[in-house]
């Protein structure tokens, strides 16, 4: 047995190529923090990944609504970036796939479910005062109940 034990990363190092990612993953938490640094609190937590490569930014955020707000900020994000002596020309954002999220933290992606999207349609059909719209929920919901393939073709 070592008389000194030495950390797993140490010896990770010594391959040149997971050197190479692990300085990667490295400048990337640097950046993502930086830039969470420059975007308002409500914004921080949502942002989920950065990387910066030929002068183009890209941020991943965990939804769409955070997508719209952050890319209202860009142009004073850039500036202030630009500042901190990163060369940025642009940015892009865009939301991370739900799928994905859903791994991260252990839980299954939403799925589409025709039969529990037919239920929900009916039980708006019964809240709703409208009889033309309650109608038209339910004909959309008996045509979900029966799915794609008993469709009548025919008109």
């Known amino acids: 047995m070592p008389a000194k034990a030495r950390h797993v990363r140490r010896y990770l190092r010594g391959t040149d190529a997971v050197a190479a990612l692990l300085n990667e993953l490295q400048r990337r938490d640097e950046l993502l923090q930086r830039v969470r640094d420059a975007i308002p609190e409500a914004l921080r937590a949502h942002c989920k990944q950065a990387s910066l ?21 860009t142009p004073q994000l850039i500036e202030d970036l630009r500042k901190t002596d990163l060369a940025i020309n642009d940015c892009h954002v865009r939301a991370s796939p739900e799928a994905s999220l859903a791994r991260a933290e252990g839980r299954e992606a939403a799925t589409f479910s025709p039969p529990a999207a037919a239920d929900h349609l009916l039980q708006a059909a019964d809240a709703i005062a409208d009889p033309e719209l309650a109608t038209s929920l339910r004909r959309l919901a008996d045509s979900l109940s029966k799915g794609p393939l008993s469709r009548d073709t025919n008109g």
């Not at 490569?53 to 900020?73: E, Y």
């Open 53 to 73: 490569r030929d002068g183009l930014l890209s941020l991943s955020v965990d939804s769409p609504v955070w997508v719209s707000r952050l890319k209202f900020l």
